[in-house]
C-alpha cells in the first residue's frame, strides 16, 4: 500500500455565496453526452456497459463508474452518470459506467445485484485490450448507493469462503471515490431518515442467518484501499452522521481514508460536474492514480 496520510484526514472544504440546492431535474434535463461503445455481459436489459474514451493513444488511466438509485433501477440507471463520464473523457480518462439489476428488477436484489456489479466490474479487464485501458490501476466512482456498491468491489477479495459472491482473482480496485454513499447497509436498515428507506435493504441483502456478512461494508474492512468518502453537509438523502460513523470504522481499521465534507451541498450536486463536489472529487481521482 502506498503511503498517504489519510488515515487521520477530516478535510472541510469552502462553500459558494448565493447556494440553492440542485433538484434531480436541473440535472436530468440537460442535454445527455453519449458513450463511444456499449457492452453486455448478460442477458438481461440492464446487465450493460457504457464506455466512454478520451482522445489521444491508449492505454489509458481508467475509472470505474457506479450509479445509485436506492438500489432501484425504476430511480435510477447508469445514464444518470453521463455527465461526470464526459467530463472525465475530457480530462483524459476512461469511464467504465456499469449497470446492473436493481432490486425491483426479476433476479435482482441478493445475490443478483451484487453478481451483476461483480460481472460488470470483471468485463472490464476482459475487455481492456479492446478498448486500450489501463488495469494496473483502477479508481471507482460511486454515486449514492453506486458508493456502497463501488466500495463492495474493493472488498470483494475480503468476501467470507462461504459467499455466494466469493470469486477467484476479482479485479483489483485501487482506490474508491464514494460520493454520498451509504457504505454499512445494518446502519442505513436501522435509520428511517435516510432517502432510501429502510425497506429496501430487506430486498437488497437477502433472508438469510447472517445477511450482512457479505453485503455490507464494515464488516469487510479493512479494505486496503484508498477511500475517500465524499459528503455534502446538506444532503437529505444520506445524513452526515452515516458518513461519518462508517469514517471512523474504516480509520479504526487501519485503512486509508478520508472524510471530505463539502459545505452547500446537496444529493444532487454530488454528480453535477460544475459544482464545487465534483471539481475536489476530480482532484481526489487525479491524486488516486499518482
Same mark, same amino acid.
Given at each position: 500500500m502506498r503511503a498517504l496520510a489519510l488515515a487521520a484526514a477530516l478535510l472541510f472544504l469552502s462553500g459558494m455565496a448565493d447556494w440553492k440546492p440542485l433538484t434531480w431535474p436541473d440535472l436530468t434535463r440537460r442535454p445527455r453526452p453519449a458513450p463511444?461503445?456499449?457492452?453486455?455481459?448478460? =442477458? =438481461? *436489459?440492464?446487465?450493460?456497459?457504457?464506455? !466512454?474514451? *478520451?482522445?489521444?493513444?491508449?492505454?489509458?488511466?481508467?475509472?470505474?463508474?457506479?450509479?445509485?438509485? /436506492? !438500489?432501484?433501477?425504476?430511480?435510477?440507471?447508469r445514464s444518470l452518470m453521463n455527465w461526470l463520464a464526459q467530463d472525465l473523457r475530457g480530462r483524459g480518462y476512461a469511464v467504465w459506467n456499469i449497470d446492473y439489476r436493481g432490486v425491483d428488477r426479476p433476479g435482482g436484489g441478493y445475490p443478483g445485484t451484487f453478481a451483476d456489479v461483480a460481472a460488470a466490474a470483471d468485463a472490464l479487464a476482459a475487455n481492456a485490450a479492446r478498448f486500450e485501458?489501463?488495469?494496473?490501476?483502477?479508481?471507482?466512482?460511486?454515486?449514492? &448507493?453506486?458508493?456502497?456498491? =463501488?466500495? !463492495?468491489? &474493493?472488498?470483494?477479495? #475480503?468476501?467470507?469462503?462461504a459467499s455466494a459472491l466469493a470469486a477467484r482473482d476479482p479485479l483489483p480496485i &485501487? =482506490?474508491?471515490? @464514494?460520493?454520498?454513499?451509504?457504505?454499512?447497509?445494518?446502519?442505513?436498515?436501522? @435509520?428511517?431518515?435516510?432517502? /432510501?428507506?429502510?425497506?429496501?435493504?430487506a430486498k437488497l441483502v437477502g433472508d438469510r442467518p447472517d445477511r450482512f456478512a457479505d453485503t455490507s461494508i464494515p464488516r469487510l474492512l479493512p479494505l486496503?484501499?484508498?477511500? !475517500?468518502?465524499?459528503?455534502?453537509?446538506?444532503? #437529505?438523502?444520506? *445524513?452526515?452522521?452515516?458518513?461519518? &460513523?462508517?469514517?471512523?470504522?474504516?480509520?479504526?481499521?487501519?485503512? *486509508?481514508?478520508?472524510?471530505v465534507r463539502v459545505p452547500r451541498t446537496g444529493h444532487v450536486e454530488l454528480v453535477a460536474p460544475e459544482s464545487t463536489a465534483w471539481k475536489q472529487s476530480v482532484a481526489l481521482i487525479a491524486r488516486s492514480f499518482e
Open positions: 463511444q461503445a456499449t457492452i453486455a455481459y448478460g =442477458a =438481461a *436489459p440492464e446487465q450493460k456497459v457504457d464506455v !466512454w474514451l *478520451p482522445t489521444g493513444p491508449g492505454p489509458y488511466k481508467t475509472v470505474l463508474m457506479v450509479h445509485g438509485g /436506492c !438500489w432501484q433501477t425504476d430511480i435510477a440507471d485501458l489501463d488495469t494496473k490501476r483502477i479508481v471507482a466512482v460511486g454515486h449514492s &448507493a453506486g458508493g456502497h456498491l =463501488a466500495l !463492495w468491489l &474493493a472488498g470483494r477479495a #475480503k468476501l467470507p469462503a &485501487a =482506490a474508491v471515490v @464514494s460520493l454520498g454513499g451509504l457504505p454499512d447497509l445494518e446502519a442505513v436498515a436501522a @435509520s428511517p431518515d435516510n432517502g /432510501c428507506g429502510t425497506e429496501v435493504i486496503g484501499a484508498e477511500q !475517500w468518502i465524499v459528503a455534502g453537509e446538506d444532503d #437529505k438523502i444520506v *445524513p452526515m452522521r452515516l458518513s461519518q &460513523a462508517y469514517f471512523e470504522q474504516a480509520r479504526a481499521g487501519r485503512d *486509508p481514508v478520508a472524510l
